[in-house]
């Protein structure tokens, strides 16, 4: 945690603020005033990053549509100063370089605190949107791993000063800074280069579930296990493969003025809660801040999926995130900082560079 990165101290915290929560009963239309309401409320408790879940179907049987996630993020960039913006993007339904401009545009328009989350929606019906036919494991796991390989060099392909604006020739770029990155993978090529600038972070946050085993390639890995121990155990796994922070994935059910497990029995009722293998708490918030304390010895962050983030969400803004920073555990994010100042993840130096001369 905090002697092993140079990030704000104590644990990082993020927020999955999809639709009226992660319970299948809150599912609800996004409307641009419940997406503000939510992203202004997380930023003033003091979480480091939203997510945003995303499909290429809407969830669930009779649901409405939802606004696409980076266009999401895209919308609260401007609202927000210093949380972090994560959309989920599909490998298998978005082209490679659309993707990767898209997220570097919205790192631009963030000002730096753009964050990818990937997802890979790989069933049958998800496809079809799009035209494909059902990928196999492999192929899957080999195409995540290609997409993610294509955007990182596209956010290089642009160098740093590759914008020169300079008035008098009327050249406003040096095109010897801009390069093709010529990617071949498995299924698609990419020629290059991005036409957007380098983002401000240089790379883009990357977010990976763990279950898509592509931790060598994540900026952050998230796991979800049902217990303590499990998640400790494919922490040390992640860490092993490089990944640089490690979150664990909590769904959430808090006591309000109705105790969490009425909460939960009447959410249940209109919707029984599927597995998702994630930990799991229900009850009060001085024992969810206990879990988050026992986590912390082992995890660099935490996702938290509310309930139902109209009632969950206040109780973690006013009792959870202001015990854990008591207890030195938590500390919210600057403005203006980037995402990546945040978590203490370096701004990577670009592959296309030339290397700074040897004194001798």
Known sequence: MTDRHTGLPGLHLALEAD?????????AAVTPKALR???VAAEQAGFALVTFADAPLPPGTGSVGRIEAGARAAYLSLLTDRIGLAPTLHITTTEPFHL???????????????????????????????????????????????VVDTARALWDSWEDDAVVKDVATGRYLDADRVHHID????????KGPLITPRPP????????PDALEIDERADVVLVGRPAPAAV??????????????VFAEVEVVLDTAVPAADRLAALDRTAPRPESGRLRHTGSPEQLTELLAELA???????????????????????????????????????????????????????FAAAPAAHA
């Open 19 to 27: 639709g009226g929560g992660a319970h299948p009963a809150t599912r």
């Open 37 to 39: 309401q939510t992203a």
């Open 100 to 146: 990767a401009t898209q997220l570097a545009s919205l790192d631009h328009a963030s000002h730096g605190r753009a964050a990818w989350l990937v997802g890979a929606a790989a069933d049958a019906a998800a496809l079809a949107t799009v035209g494909r036919e059902p990928v196999p494991a492999g192929a899957l796991r080999r195409e995540t791993e290609d």
């Open 183 to 190: 990617f071949e993978g498995a299924s698609f090529t990419v």
């Open 201 to 208: 972070q240089g790379q883009v946050v990357v977010l990976a």
């Open 232 to 245: 400790a155990a494919r922490v040390d796994a992640a860490r092993e493969a490089g990944a640089p922070l």
């Open 297 to 351: 010895q082992f995890v660099d962050g935490i996702r938290l999926h509310p309930a139902v983030l109209a009632d969950d969400l206040p109780v973690l803004a006013e009792q959870v995130l202001p015990a854990l920073a008591a207890a030195g555990l938590h500390q919210p994010p600057r403005p203006g900082d980037t995402l990546r100042t945040t978590l203490g993840l370096p701004r990577p130096a670009n592959r």
